[in-house]
């Protein structure tokens, strides 16, 4: 299937990236930044407070119910989770933050070791050549570490940056950031609610990388189903 338009596009200054799903296939990082989690907490537990991940899971959902803003920063609830966690296991509050730190800091180096395939790299070249290109995020994946931070001119972040999407509060700091009215902006995404929705709210372009081949009521400017379907916007 190629690429399929369903409004008018109109002139595009910049092109705005999802990350997670969108670049890369995010399931097997992600596995493997739990999973660095745990075994860091198993080295400093002992054996009778290991717990498994469905504990810590468990616990960060629980304290996203509680304090539901927790949840635009994603690298602080899970990190708030952690301690929660290891307070409901009797240690200290100091205790339990010196040890969620090191978690923490174990998972995020996990999710950071993110191999960009040659062609998307590529692909990225390409497009970098004839517009701006931003990556916004709910993640906590650095473009830096991925090795597209020459590509990129920023990237934005849920938390430190605003509302996770489809709030439009990326969107439109991505916009005065760049000095540019939203609309200039496409932005390229997998989820339909938080990239489609989220960029239709803030008054930007949306292309969804529909991956599963889903039927949705609200359409996006473009639908793509693989990556490399965005060469055309090279003309």
Same mark, same amino acid.
């Given at each position: #299937?190629? #690429?399929?338009?369903?409004?008018?596009?109109?002139?595009?200054?910049?092109? $705005?990236?999802?990350? @997670?799903?969108?670049?890369?296939?995010?399931?097997?990082?992600? %596995?493997?930044?739990?999973?660095? #989690?745990?075994? $860091?907490?198993?080295?400093? %537990? !002992?054996?009778?407070?290991?717990?498994?991940?469905?504990?810590?899971?468990?616990?960060?959902? !629980?304290?996203?119910?509680?304090?539901?803003?927790?949840? /635009?920063?994603?690298?602080?609830? &899970? =990190?708030?989770?952690?301690?929660?966690?290891?307070?409901?296991?009797?240690?200290?509050?100091?205790?339990? $933050?010196?040890?969620?730190?090191?978690?923490?800091?174990?998972?995020?180096?996990?999710?950071?070791?993110?191999?960009?395939?040659?062609?998307?790299?590529?692909?990225?070249?390409?497009?970098?050549?004839?517009?701006?290109?931003?990556?916004?995020?709910?993640?906590?994946?650095?473009?830096?570490? #991925?090795?597209?931070?020459? =590509?990129?001119?920023?990237?934005?972040?849920?938390?430190?940056?605003?509302?996770?999407?489809?709030?439009?509060?990326?969107?439109?700091?991505?916009?005065? &950031?760049?000095?540019?009215?939203?609309?200039?902006?496409?932005?390229?995404?997998?989820?339909?609610?938080? @990239?489609?929705?989220?960029?239709?709210?803030?008054?930007?372009?949306?292309?969804?990388?529909? *991956? /599963?081949?889903?039927?949705?009521?609200?359409?996006? *400017?473009?639908?793509?189903?693989?990556?490399?379907?965005?060469?055309? %916007?090279?003309?």
């Amino acid at each position: #299937m190629t #690429m399929q338009f369903f409004k008018t596009i109109q002139r595009i200054s910049a092109l $705005s990236f999802d990350l @997670d799903d969108t670049l890369y296939n995010n399931a097997p990082v992600l %596995l493997a930044a739990e999973q660095a #989690m745990l075994q $860091s907490l198993q080295q400093q %537990l !002992q054996p009778e407070l290991h717990r498994p991940l469905e504990y810590w899971s468990q616990l960060r959902w !629980q304290l996203g119910q509680q304090q539901p803003d927790i949840r /635009h920063d994603i690298g602080r609830w &899970r =990190l708030h989770g952690i301690e929660a966690g290891l307070i409901q296991l009797g240690l200290a509050e100091c205790e339990a $933050s010196e040890i969620a730190d090191l978690a923490y800091h174990a998972f995020w180096q996990a999710r950071s070791r993110i191999q960009i395939q040659p062609e998307v790299r590529q692909l990225l070249e390409q497009l970098a050549s004839r517009y701006q290109l931003i990556a916004i995020t709910n993640g906590n994946a650095c473009i830096q570490r #991925m090795g597209l931070g020459d =590509l990129f001119e920023f990237s934005l972040q849920a938390g430190p940056d605003g509302k996770m999407k489809p709030f439009p509060d990326l969107f439109l700091a991505a916009a005065k &950031r760049l000095q540019i009215p939203p609309q200039q902006i496409l932005h390229i995404g997998d989820s339909h609610r938080a @990239d489609v929705m989220g960029a239709l709210s803030a008054g930007c372009q949306a292309a969804w990388l529909d *991956h /599963h081949q889903s039927r949705v009521s609200v359409l996006p *400017h473009i639908r793509l189903t693989k990556l490399s379907q965005l060469a055309s %916007l090279l003309g």
